[in-house]
């Protein structure tokens, strides 16, 4: 069926206990392709640590003190230490009794009380012996113990120490509510001193904001009646809270939000500024050739484009640029570069139509933005030479038409799409309906096809007129056109492609079969859900299509699938693991003709179109609904099963590969090398040959 053309270019803060701590041609369908800590521990809580926990009955008698004697003697324990006459004459020890007296031991104290540990630390009494605090378990039996009316305890690394708080919510329990735990010291409560402070702060986070006058973080809300802590008027300072913040987005009853700066629209600027990420901005006209575009805080009312007065949308930057230099004249290398996802709720229209001597990319390659398209519609129209997309990712959400149509006078050399993903598109990912497309390294157009509302097919890229060039080199980021609803890539019509890529095989291409054990390469055709790639063009096209180095794997249907009188080219490339043949090459209504379809001919094709490891479950190569024509296809110096035509000069004898004559699409043949179909009556075709040079020829009937 014919495919549709592209569309027209056209808080009052309510603290709560538990909160987090600090811290495819006319008459043909297209399925004929184929037709199938946030608790506190960052401020020094290792309580649970026994190590720091003096678990010995006679205190630790490592820092020097004999109280082993001492103890010894006040609990009458241990009598035979009356021996021990160097630690009796010790005097000085047994008379310096001061401090251990006071806490250090715990003879005839109850559990809880307090205690000296050896090194100085404050300890609780257990069971008659001081021993170290379990935290968080004793804070209040430290609380207990040493707390006062004005000083709070709790039990940190094993001591009980002075402190107020482990989480944000205990500053409420402790009486000051609002402030930050361990802000100015560890465990103890602090005032906010900055809006950056309330929103890093754990439990309190990005929707509070400092009120400066008493220090505690308060809920950004402004605007409206119930808001006194900040503002009640919309577009003027938090000054109840913040002066410096000023309160945007309040309407009606809907309250707005503090935020720093001093304007929330143009009107509130003088001067002919803009307000441009709430603060007034005087915007110098763009003297670079970068038009910045910021759907989160950039204006298309007043905007220059440059970097501090960006665009809001795509949309207005090509505008301008259109209304700046009028008649084409807009200067080479000019960028559009994206700073933050685009979308219709941020005021794109779309198709995009990018103009000559425009690439409209992510700001930083290392940030690739989104651009999500609405129902319906293409994101971006390339229709232009010397114009392109980088570094974007253009999401169909399963509704949007194409990702990128291209027709016009774009150009194969000089329209350049790179690092872009086409994803989601109910329809293609891209859409050639004229004109020319070169597409590098990175491009991904993948998962298209599928709407959650329809059961429309789409392929990854789709050529239905026009030449598209397809070129990524070892060591670039990979191309892949993988896991669409139909084809890979598809050529009808007069559409042509060039596809030059590097299977990831060592050593290939090689006189010997390589085993193949994956998928991968720099251009990559994979699991799509019909052929991987497919050609079907009519009977006046023109164009070569060359497939060099192509890693066709894994598609539900036929790897290559090829209709008379298509004119194709394939070489270095691997078809494998597919769902029918490695390549299944079938007689048209405009054709049967197959002279045009060259696997290997003046020059040796060193395909992998079989494979032992991986196999194709019918044939490598397929040669179906021919009947009554004589067949003569050209297929010298390929790869097979265990078995290599491409061995210079011929061996002797020749290698046989396995042939047969099989069903419709080659099913039933078994894995085999070559096959020829039948059809379901059993009639058979005048003559087929299969030319396998260096290899014996495969000859039907």
Same mark, same amino acid.
């Given at each position: 069926m014919r495919r549709s053309r592209l569309l027209p270019f056209g808080f009052t803060l309510a603290l709560l206990a538990g909160a987090a701590g600090c811290g495819g041609s006319p008459g043909m369908p297209e399925a004929v392709l184929d037709d199938t800590g946030a608790d506190g521990s960052a401020i020094g809580e290792v309580g649970d640590d026994a190590s720091a926990i003096d678990t010995s009955a006679g205190g630790d008698a490592a820092i020097g003190d004999d109280t082993a004697i001492g103890d010894d003697t006040a609990t009458g324990d241990d009598t035979g230490t009356s021996t021990d006459t160097g630690a009796v004459t010790d005097t000085g020890a047994v008379s310096d009794t001061g401090a251990d007296t006071a806490t250090g031991t715990c003879s005839g104290k109850p559990d809880g009380a307090a205690c000296t540990l050896g090194d100085g630390s404050r300890g609780l009494c257990k069971t008659a012996a001081c021993a170290s605090c379990v935290d968080p378990t004793d804070d209040g039996a430290c609380k207990a113990a040493y707390g006062s009316s004005t000083t709070s305890y709790l039990c940190v690394a094993g001591a009980c120490t002075a402190a107020e708080c482990r989480t944000d919510a205990g500053c409420a329990t402790a009486g000051k509510a609002g402030q930050i735990c361990g802000i100015s010291a560890p465990n103890m409560c602090g005032?906010?001193?900055?809006?950056?402070?309330?929103?890093?702060?754990?439990?309190?986070? *990005?929707?509070?904001?400092?009120? =400066?006058?008493? &220090? %505690?973080? /308060? #809920?950004?809300?402004?605007?409206?009646? !119930?808001?006194? +802590?900040?503002?009640?008027?919309p577009n003027t300072a938090c000054s109840a809270a913040n002066p410096a913040d000023i309160c945007c987005g309040a309407s009606g009853t809907t309250p707005g939000t503090c935020v720093p700066g001093t304007c929330c629209t143009n009107a509130q600027c003088t001067g002919g500024n803009l307000c441009v990420a709430n603060v007034c901005t005087t915007c110098g006209g763009v003297t670079d050739g970068k038009y910045y575009v910021d759907p989160a805080s950039g204006s298309d009312t007043g905007a220059t484009g440059?970097?501090?007065?960006?665009?809001?949308?795509?949309?207005?930057?090509?505008?301008?640029?259109?209304? *700046?230099?009028?008649?084409?004249? =807009?200067?080479? &290398? %000019?960028? /559009? #570069?994206?700073?933050?996802?685009?979308? !219709?709720?941020? +005021?794109?229209?779309?198709?995009?139509?990018?103009?000559?001597?425009?690439?409209?990319?992510?700001?930083?390659?290392?940030?690739?933005?989104?651009i999500e398209v609405v129902s319906g519609r293409t994101g971006f129209n390339l229709s232009q030479p010397s114009s392109g997309l980088a570094s974007l990712i253009i999401d169909g959400k399963g509704v949007a038409y194409a990702g990128i149509g291209v027709s016009g006078s774009s150009n194969k050399d000089t329209t350049v799409v790179t690092g872009v993903t086409v994803t989601n598109m109910r329809n293609d990912g891209i859409y050639v309906e004229s004109g020319g497309l070169k597409i590098g390294a990175g491009v991904q157009s993948i998962k298209n096809g599928v709407s959650p509302t329809s059961s429309s097919l789409g392929s990854g890229l789709h050529v239905r007129g026009g030449v598209v060039v397809v070129t990524v080199n070892a060591g670039e980021a990979p191309a892949h056109f993988d896991e669409n609803a139909a084809n890979g890539i598809v050529v009808d019509n007069a559409g042509a492609v060039t596809v030059t890529g590097k299977p990831d095989l060592t050593g290939f291409p090689t006189t010997a079969p390589p085993a193949v054990t994956n998928g991968t390469g720099t251009v990559t055709v994979n699991l799509n859900k019909l052929a991987g790639v497919g050609v079907v063009q009519g009977g006046g096209a023109t164009g070569?299509?060359?497939?060099?180095?192509?890693?066709?794997?894994?598609?539900?249907?036929?790897?290559?699938?090829?209709?008379?009188?298509?004119?194709?080219?394939?070489?270095?490339?691997?078809?494998?693991?597919?769902?029918?043949?490695?390549?299944?090459?079938?007689?048209?209504?405009?054709?049967?003709?197959v002279a045009n379809i060259d696997l290997g001919g003046d020059t040796f094709g060193r395909n992998i179109f079989q494979s032992t490891v991986n196999p194709n479950p019918n044939a490598g190569i397929c040669v179906d609904w021919f009947y009554g024509n004589t067949v003569f296809l050209r297929a010298k110096g390929n790869h097979f099963k265990g078995k290599s035509c491409a061995v210079t000069p011929a061996p002797t004898p020749l290698p046989l590969l396995t042939t047969a004559a099989a069903g419709a699409d080659c099913s039933g043949a078994g894995a085999i090398d070559v096959a020829a179909a039948r059809s379901s009556s059993g009639a058979a075709p005048t003559k087929i040959t299969v030319d396998l040079d260096n290899c014996v020829d495969a000859i039907w009937p």
């Amino acid at each position: 069926m014919r495919r549709s053309r592209l569309l027209p270019f056209g808080f009052t803060l309510a603290l709560l206990a538990g909160a987090a701590g600090c811290g495819g041609s006319p008459g043909m369908p297209e399925a004929v392709l184929d037709d199938t800590g946030a608790d506190g521990s960052a401020i020094g809580e290792v309580g649970d640590d026994a190590s720091a926990i003096d678990t010995s009955a006679g205190g630790d008698a490592a820092i020097g003190d004999d109280t082993a004697i001492g103890d010894d003697t006040a609990t009458g324990d241990d009598t035979g230490t009356s021996t021990d006459t160097g630690a009796v004459t010790d005097t000085g020890a047994v008379s310096d009794t001061g401090a251990d007296t006071a806490t250090g031991t715990c003879s005839g104290k109850p559990d809880g009380a307090a205690c000296t540990l050896g090194d100085g630390s404050r300890g609780l009494c257990k069971t008659a012996a001081c021993a170290s605090c379990v935290d968080p378990t004793d804070d209040g039996a430290c609380k207990a113990a040493y707390g006062s009316s004005t000083t709070s305890y709790l039990c940190v690394a094993g001591a009980c120490t002075a402190a107020e708080c482990r989480t944000d919510a205990g500053c409420a329990t402790a009486g000051k509510a609002g402030q930050i735990c361990g802000i100015s010291a560890p465990n103890m409560c602090g005032k906010c001193t900055s809006d950056a402070q309330c929103k890093s702060a754990v439990g309190y986070g *990005t929707s509070t904001i400092c009120s =400066i006058s008493t &220090g %505690t973080c /308060v #809920l950004a809300q402004c605007g409206v009646a !119930a808001t006194p +802590g900040t503002t009640t008027t919309p577009n003027t300072a938090c000054s109840a809270a913040n002066p410096a913040d000023i309160c945007c987005g309040a309407s009606g009853t809907t309250p707005g939000t503090c935020v720093p700066g001093t304007c929330c629209t143009n009107a509130q600027c003088t001067g002919g500024n803009l307000c441009v990420a709430n603060v007034c901005t005087t915007c110098g006209g763009v003297t670079d050739g970068k038009y910045y575009v910021d759907p989160a805080s950039g204006s298309d009312t007043g905007a220059t484009g440059n970097t501090t007065c960006p665009f809001k949308t795509i949309t207005r930057a090509l505008q301008f640029l259109n209304a *700046t230099y009028p008649s084409g004249t =807009i200067p080479a &290398g %000019t960028q /559009v #570069l994206l700073r933050n996802k685009a979308t !219709a709720a941020s +005021g794109e229209v779309f198709p995009l139509a990018v103009p000559t001597n425009v690439t409209v990319r992510s700001e930083l390659a290392t940030s690739v933005q989104t651009i999500e398209v609405v129902s319906g519609r293409t994101g971006f129209n390339l229709s232009q030479p010397s114009s392109g997309l980088a570094s974007l990712i253009i999401d169909g959400k399963g509704v949007a038409y194409a990702g990128i149509g291209v027709s016009g006078s774009s150009n194969k050399d000089t329209t350049v799409v790179t690092g872009v993903t086409v994803t989601n598109m109910r329809n293609d990912g891209i859409y050639v309906e004229s004109g020319g497309l070169k597409i590098g390294a990175g491009v991904q157009s993948i998962k298209n096809g599928v709407s959650p509302t329809s059961s429309s097919l789409g392929s990854g890229l789709h050529v239905r007129g026009g030449v598209v060039v397809v070129t990524v080199n070892a060591g670039e980021a990979p191309a892949h056109f993988d896991e669409n609803a139909a084809n890979g890539i598809v050529v009808d019509n007069a559409g042509a492609v060039t596809v030059t890529g590097k299977p990831d095989l060592t050593g290939f291409p090689t006189t010997a079969p390589p085993a193949v054990t994956n998928g991968t390469g720099t251009v990559t055709v994979n699991l799509n859900k019909l052929a991987g790639v497919g050609v079907v063009q009519g009977g006046g096209a023109t164009g070569v299509n060359t497939f060099a180095g192509v890693v066709v794997w894994k598609n539900l249907g036929n790897g290559f699938r090829f209709y008379t009188p298509s004119r194709v080219v394939v070489r270095d490339s691997v078809s494998a693991a597919n769902g029918r043949n490695g390549i299944q090459i079938s007689a048209s209504g405009v054709g049967t003709s197959v002279a045009n379809i060259d696997l290997g001919g003046d020059t040796f094709g060193r395909n992998i179109f079989q494979s032992t490891v991986n196999p194709n479950p019918n044939a490598g190569i397929c040669v179906d609904w021919f009947y009554g024509n004589t067949v003569f296809l050209r297929a010298k110096g390929n790869h097979f099963k265990g078995k290599s035509c491409a061995v210079t000069p011929a061996p002797t004898p020749l290698p046989l590969l396995t042939t047969a004559a099989a069903g419709a699409d080659c099913s039933g043949a078994g894995a085999i090398d070559v096959a020829a179909a039948r059809s379901s009556s059993g009639a058979a075709p005048t003559k087929i040959t299969v030319d396998l040079d260096n290899c014996v020829d495969a000859i039907w009937p």
